[in-house]
């Protein structure tokens, strides 16, 4: 009996003719929304190699779904929020994502974000297009200047670093506070380390987001770290939405307690087209695109691809989240 597989979603690239070529039992989830929870499950049942995105759930329950054939997941991300790495180890699964492909890319969209939140880009093309612009004013739309103005980074992984690139190109002075101190960054880049993070909230123009969702960081803004911002501050999530409180953030940007924000993730995600954040007029919201370019996406396919190879094949995941199941 070949192999059965799930693959949660169409891939882009070539990523599915590979699958194809392969002797496996492919089963596609076809349909560009993800599959509803209960078809989830269902189609899990007897799988051996799970693809999926960070749209699917991949907890106790789902691996229950699968059950004892399941012998490798890959999801098609680096952030890996989404599937219980510990319950995986435990039943012997290799977890594979796709780190260091989707780096540039994502700071890419993040400092395109901080320009157009924090110059009004998306508001200043809707006057125009609602016919609004009727002569050049010196007092409409005016936004926060960038250069030179003071980053802050929360997270100084790869995307941060990226990030801190950007700004520089900028003459930005760039803060950051992070797990662990980088002082190669700091003298290459010139970055300041800040290891207490409301004191770089205090002292930044904008705040950009780039910690992995854990334990640890789920609401790391809340309602008081947004009060230790500056009233012209602007905030950039690309990482996660439940880094941040968005209750908290709703209410800081009404209030007026920061300026504005740059969101390509939100909590909920898909964030409800009437969700009362949406009607803010400082706040840019995108539908989590931080890695959509062309060339990222295959690559990221192809990395998946390669990862759930490798784990059907019994050889070690190219790019393993829980090497300790080797041990
Ligand atoms: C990831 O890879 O974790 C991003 O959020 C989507 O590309």
Redesign the pocket.
């Known amino acids: 009996m070949l192999p059965k597989v799930l693959v949660t979603r169409p891939l882009p690239g070539d990523a599915l003719e590979r699958l194809r070529r392969e002797p496996l039992d492919l089963r596609l989830w076809e349909d560009e929304e993800p599959p509803p929870r209960p078809a989830f499950l269902a189609s899990l049942s007897g799988v051996e190699g799970l693809l999926c995105l ?1 749209t699917e759930g991949v907890d106790e329950e789902a691996l229950a779904a699968a059950g004892s054939a399941l012998r490798v997941v890959s ?6 929020d989404n599937i219980a790495v510990a319950a995986c180890t435990r039943r012997g699964i290799p977890v594979g ?2 780190p260091g492909v ?1 780096t540039e890319t ?1 700071a890419d969209l993040a400092f395109a974000l901080l320009l157009a939140a924090a110059r009004r880009v998306v508001e200043a093309a809707e006057y125009v297009k609602a016919g609004r612009w009727r002569a050049w004013s010196p007092t409409a739309l005016l936004g926060w200047e960038v250069h030179h103005a003071t980053l802050g980074i929360v997270g100084l992984g790869r995307i941060g670093l990226e990030m801190a690139k950007r700004a520089r190109g900028f003459d930005m002075r760039v803060l950051y506070h992070s797990r662990s101190r980088r002082p190669e960054a700091e003298s290459a880049l010139g970055l300041t380390f800040v290891p207490a993070l409301h004191e770089l909230l205090a002292a930044t123009d904008f705040v950009s987001l780039h910690v992995p969702l854990t334990a640890d960081t789920r609401h790391l803004i809340g309602a008081a770290e947004l009060r230790a911002m500056k009233p012209t501050a602007v905030l950039i999530n ?3 939405g439940p880094v941040v409180d968005q209750r908290a953030l709703y209410a800081a940007l009404r209030a007026g307690t920061i300026a504005a924000a740059g969101l390509d ?1 939100t909590d909920p995600e898909p964030l409800p087209a009437g969700d009362p954040t949406l009607a803010l007029p400082n706040v840019l919201v995108l539908p ?1 695109i ?3 370019s062309l060339q ?2 295959a690559k ?1 396919a192809a990395m998946a691809v390669d990862n759930l190879l490798a784990g059907l094949r019994g050889e070690r995941l190219p790019h393993c989240v829980n090497p300790e199941v080797y041990r």
């Open positions: 960070l999801t098609m991300a680096v952030g890996y994502h796709t989707l994502t690309t990482a996660r993730v989590h931080g890695s959509a990222t996406r990221m």
